[in-house]
């Protein structure tokens, strides 16, 4: 069998999921299935005086209807598991029905389970509740204000932590030549994955298990939770991924819903299900971002970067979600240098308390934010010294790795200017420089936008995950069984939705073991079946889930060879492996097919002494670090002066990503984080009124890309092996996102020159463009 690693072969997934075979968690269907819906708050901030479910029991149907206080002495608040050390942490746990108090709307106060799901909406409306309004505040900055309302009594001034890492000696910035400072603004987006969230639990009274299919990116961190919230063992409880229509994010998340629906289906004794519609989905699952980040950069007349400090002022909605305090603080902090090598750094991080849906991880998680904000700040320092933005990358890239950013991360390979010498010579940037001189004489408003990112991924370590209050352990576990017949069956404890791993992982083992990949299936997120595994996000699946796979692989190789070598009748270092043959290496042609040694591991009729049958290898990887992708994006943009238009042209990414496994998948992954990150550069963007209504709670509101808006990405690939796994990945799933926004931002600014624009808020929306330019016009 040839080589499979590096192949650009077609998904393992596919068809079912385009032939409608696919299994979601909508499409689970059981016996006497009952249906839940949520009565939402339409208050943001507001005392609950009164809760009258009387007319809502009296429909036929209706089984049950629960309030908060029905349900607060039976499931615990859902706490988070990312508890920031060392900043004065307020932690405000989500309850799972709000109890004399709603704090954002769209906060669930009553749950109605019924014989189907059009009898719960009914009852819906006949619930009354009483409200009485309280002040609201849905800005952070305003929240800090001394006369901003206070949402909860024992959080002063709705400060939920202060959080501060680095250090930059103040005479840098006094003596420097040069400093440029930017307040810029990560606004607030929704992941809108094509499924909605959703849950079904099933209880057996005679044995007390549970068992909640769900749609969550981390089964075994689900049932860690939902076992304590309802009081049951975590032995007792068992949490399926099915199918998933993506994640982004947002399904990292703990939520209260599942609890709800759990504990409804064991007092019920029937299954319960519970699917949120899509405006339900826009009020109720974690939204994203909404940072507002000040940055002060330091440096020389001839483009040296001396220091860079950054505050970040981050809005973390009503309570605090399960990555909640991390995003902004450890994702964001640690990576406010960028790929430059800058000798002085320091980030601040306050959390605010707001009457609005909680905020958690969004694809990339505090890594695009902190791009961003580095990113802009290069554009304008060059501009500010009149250099070309180009150069003051290349004048402060990081030259050699491995490399420790000032905030003590370690790069672990590659070549930061080649990925940026690839990409500017793929976009003939001296031409297009050119082209662009000559445009601006026409009136053609041509922008250039250059985004050099690094991010960290591959989460990762465990002592650092302790270290900085991670609530548990981040390894992975990856097993392996061959069957008699040779065949293969992977189990991972991460949980893929949609990103290939089923193809991927099969990829690393045929490889290893010289099998088809037909021969390979691929098991994932059921806490039933798999050990203990950590989730899928932080681009972790492919450096840590692959690195375990990988070593369990080998383990089985190593297992295989002995066995081979006892039937050969020779020792074993004189066998061979290659291509799924065992050989004597002196003795090609006596040899055992893989297939073979499976049949003599599984029926053990002639094993070594004191070996034990079967061929399984599982292997628990915590990685020593983690990992940093990395690159270089380039964007073309056009502006139509008349309409604000914004028109991409152009956009090549050069990417670094370490040992890519299938090229097809991985330029899949690119183009999707691209288009997620332009989508929040030009559309995307989450409203409030001053009441805490959310003004963009449809898709008549919220600006979702669309294929046609965009060109043909030109991406390619530079590879260097991460030595911190044994597959030398570095995790591809959030590149795009981390590097597209601030190469859209800089093109369109770019453009822009000509009339004096320094910056613009996203999203770039056509108005924003259109005032922008005509307001200079006008003052011209």
């Known amino acids: 069998m040839t080589q499979v690693i590096g192949k650009p072969i077609k998904r393992k997934e596919d068809p079912k999921l385009i032939t409608g075979h696919g299994q979601f968690t909508d499409d689970i269907k059981l016996p006497g299935m009952l249906f839940a819906a949520m009565k939402r708050s339409r208050y943001a901030h507001a005392k609950i005086k009164r809760i009258d479910t009387a007319e809502a029991l009296k429909l036929p149907g209706v089984m049950a209807v629960y309030t908060g206080k029905d349900v607060q002495d039976k499931i615990k608040p859902i706490r988070s598991i990312w ?52 002040p609201v505040v849905v800005d952070q900055e305003a929240a800090l204000a001394e006369a901003a309302p206070v949402i909860y009594d024992d959080v002063p001034k709705n400060i939920a932590f202060t959080w501060k890492a680095g250090d930059v000696p103040e005479e840098v910035f006094a003596k420097a030549e040069v400093v440029v400072k930017q307040r810029l603004v990560e606004q607030r987006v929704i992941a809108n994955p094509m499924e909605t969230r959703g849950a079904v639990a099933s209880y057996n009274p005679g044995s007390g298990d549970l068992t909640i299919w769900c749609t969550t990116q981390n089964p075994h961190i689900h049932r860690i939770t939902y076992a304590d919230a309802l009081g049951i063992p975590e032995t007792k409880l068992r949490i399926i991924a099915p199918d998933m229509g993506g994640g982004f994010g947002a399904k990292i998340a703990v939520y209260t819903e ?113 791009s961003f904000q580095i990113e802009r700040m290069i554009n304008i320092f060059a501009d500010k010294i009149g250099m070309d933005p180009v150069e003051v990358r290349k004048k402060n890239l990081v030259a050699k790795v491995p490399y420790t950013n000032a905030m003590g991360c370690n790069y672990d390979s590659g070549d930061y200017h080649g990925t940026l010498a690839k990409a500017l010579e793929a976009i003939d940037y001296v031409g297009l420089k050119k082209e662009q001189e000559e445009d601006r004489k026409n009136g053609r408003l041509l922008g250039i936008g250059i ?32 069957h008699p017949s040779g065949k293969v069956t992977i189990f991972t404890g991460a949980s893929p939705h949609g990103q290939g791993e089923g193809t991927t992982f099969a990829q690393v083992v045929a ?103 079967a061929l399984e290898g599982q292997s628990f990887f ?67 009124s001053d009441k805490g209504q959310l003004l963009s709670g449809t898709f008549m509101d919220y600006a979702m890309p669309k294929a046609r808006f965009f060109p043909i990405i030109e991406s390619s690939f530079i590879e260097s092996p991460s030595p911190v796994n044994p597959l030398g990945a570095k995790g591809i799933g959030e590149t795009g996102t981390t590097a597209a926004p601030s190469a859209i931002i800089n093109a369109v600014i770019d453009a822009l020159a000509p009339y004096g624009v320094k910056d613009l808020p996203m999203p770039l929306t056509p108005e924003k463009v259109w005032k922008a330019i005509h307001e200079r016009s006008d003052g011209q």
């Open 451 to 482: 985004s050099t990112y690094v991010e960290l991924c591959g989460l990762g370590p465990s002592k650092v995950a302790g270290a900085i209050g991670f609530g548990g352990g981040l390894w992975e576990n990856s097993s392996i069984r061959v």
């Open 622 to 688: 915590d990685p020593p670090d983690f990992v940093y992708p990395f690159g270089a994006h380039i964007c073309v943009v056009e502006v139509d002066p008349d309409t604000g238009m914004v028109e991409l042209k152009r956009y090549v990414c050069v990417d670094d990503v370490g040992r890519i496994i299938n090229p097809m998948i991985a330029e899949g992954q690119v183009h999707g984080g691209i288009a997620q990150g332009i989508g929040q550069a030009l559309w995307e963007q989450s409203v409030y």
């Open 511 to 613: 490889d290893k073991f010289g099998i088809p990949l037909e021969d390979i299936e691929f098991v994932s997120g059921d806490t039933l079946i798999i050990s203990m595994g950590w989730g899928t996000y932080g681009s972790r699946t492919t450096p840590v889930a692959g690195g375990a796979l990988s070593i369990a692989a080998d383990r089985i190789v190593e297992k295989a060879k002995i066995i081979a070598a006892h039937e050969l009748g020779v020792p074993l270092e004189d066998v061979a492996f290659a291509k799924g043959i065992f050989s004597i290496k002196e003795q090609p042609d006596q040899q055992r097919t893989f297939k073979e040694i499976a049949w003599s591991a599984n029926n053990a009729w002639n094993l070594p002494d004191g070996m034990e049958p």
């Open 83 to 134: 508890l920031v050390p060392g900043c004065n942490l307020i932690p405000k746990d989500r309850i799972p029905l709000a109890v004399g108090k709603v704090n954002y709307a769209g906060e669930a106060v009553a749950m109605v389970v019924a014989e189907s799901r059009y009898i719960a909406y009914d009852a819906l409306e006949l619930i009354d509740v009483e409200y009485e309004e309280l």
């Open 258 to 370: 599942e609890a709800l629906v759990g504990l409804a289906a064991i007092q019920l004794k029937q299954p319960v299900k519970w699917v949120e519609g899509r405006q339900e989905h826009f009020l109720a699952t974690s939204h994203a971002r909404d940072q507002v980040i000040t940055t002060e950069l330091a440096g020389t007349k001839d483009g040296k970067i001396l220091a860079i400090r950054a505050k970040n002022i981050a809005n973390l909605g009503a309570y605090l979600s399960t990555m909640g305090a991390g995003v902004p603080t450890i994702d964001f902090g640690l990576m406010v240098t960028g790929a430059y090598d800058i000798p002085y750094a320091q980030a601040e991080t306050i959390g605010v308390y707001t009457n609005t849906t909680p905020t958690d991880a969004y694809r990339g998680a505090g890594k695009p934010e902190a």
